[in-house]
């Protein structure tokens, strides 16, 4: 049994090679992108009843934002302004997509012969450095160049490379994370359906279906937590 859906390999030409990373993730883009317009398709229109998978996403949406309201009024320790101005609407986008991204990459193990493409290295490490990006990304957009990057330096300029070696490590930590939990979970369901019996490993099965959603909702948190400590940072110091 290959270790990652990147030694699966369906077609090469030369140095091109589609792997079932690639392709699964291809497909879960599709399923999501598909699910979402189907879901918001009759949103704006008050007079059909919601459907059912429209419910579901705005119980996910709701859900989503008041775990980034508690994130951001934790962040700040007074739950002021910030926080009252309803922040999910602005990281719901990007967090809501890690995390069903992630969430229904595991739901679909269900399906057979799928592989979650959250057990390749590649793709927990892109999704890590989304995060990486989109960190002063919204600490820049909320403070400006200057007030974002002012902290690296603070208390002294001698903090610069610690700071700096940080923030990778901390990228480093979420990729792997996700990574090894996701693949020592399908490496174990599959040896256990090659040496034991039918009913043992769908119960295991199950339990690593739960493990990949809690695991989404870890990588969700962390990203949101981060995201809050680069925006909030410099105004905590100030109010200070």
């Known amino acids: 049994m290959p270790i990652t859906p990147d030694q699966t390999v369906f077609w090469s030409w030369g140095f091109i090679h589609l792997n079932a990373t690639i392709l699964y993730t291809w497909i879960l883009m599709l399923l999501l992108t598909l699910g979402s317009w189907l879901a918001t398709r009759n949103i704006d229109n008050v007079d059909l009843p919601h459907s059912r998978w429209q419910n579901a996403l705005e119980l996910v949406v709701e859900l989503i934002r008041n775990q980034i309201g508690e994130i951001c009024s934790q962040q700040r320790?007074?739950?002021?302004?910030?926080?009252?101005?309803?922040?999910?609407?602005?990281?719901?986008?990007?967090?809501?997509?890690?995390?069903?991204?992630?969430?229904?990459?595991?739901?679909?193990?269900?399906?057979?012969?799928?592989?979650?493409?959250?057990?390749?290295?590649?793709?927990?490490?892109?999704?890590?450095?989304?995060?990486?990006?989109?960190?002063?990304?919204?600490?820049?957009?909320?403070?400006?160049?200057?007030?974002?990057?002012?902290?690296?330096?603070?208390?002294?300029?001698?903090?610069?490379?610690?700071?700096?070696?940080?923030?990778?490590?901390?990228?480093?930590?979420?990729?792997?994370?996700?990574?090894?939990?996701?693949?020592?979970?399908?490496?174990?369901?599959?040896?256990?359906?090659?040496?034991t019996p039918f009913f043992f490993p769908v119960l295991m099965q199950v339990l690593g279906l739960l493990t990949g959603l809690i695991q989404a909702y870890i990588f969700a948190i962390l990203a949101m937590v981060y995201i809050a400590a680069a925006v909030q940072s410099e105004q905590i110091q100030d109010n200070k």
Not at 103 to 116: C, D, F, H, M, T
Not at 171 to 195: D, E, H, P, Q
């Open 77 to 195: 320790g007074d739950g002021g302004e910030i926080c009252s101005q309803q922040p999910g609407d602005v990281y719901i986008p990007f967090i809501g997509t890690l995390f069903l991204f992630i969430a229904i990459s595991s739901v679909l193990e269900i399906v057979p012969g799928w592989r979650p493409p959250t057990g390749s290295l590649s793709t927990t490490a892109a999704l890590a450095i989304c995060v990486a990006v989109a960190v002063p990304a919204f600490g820049i957009s909320r403070q400006g160049v200057l007030g974002h990057f002012r902290h690296y330096v603070k208390p002294t300029f001698l903090m610069l490379p610690f700071l700096l070696v940080s923030e990778i490590s901390r990228t480093l930590a979420l990729a792997v994370r996700l990574f090894g939990n996701i693949m020592s979970g399908t490496m174990i369901v599959g040896i256990l359906l090659a040496i």
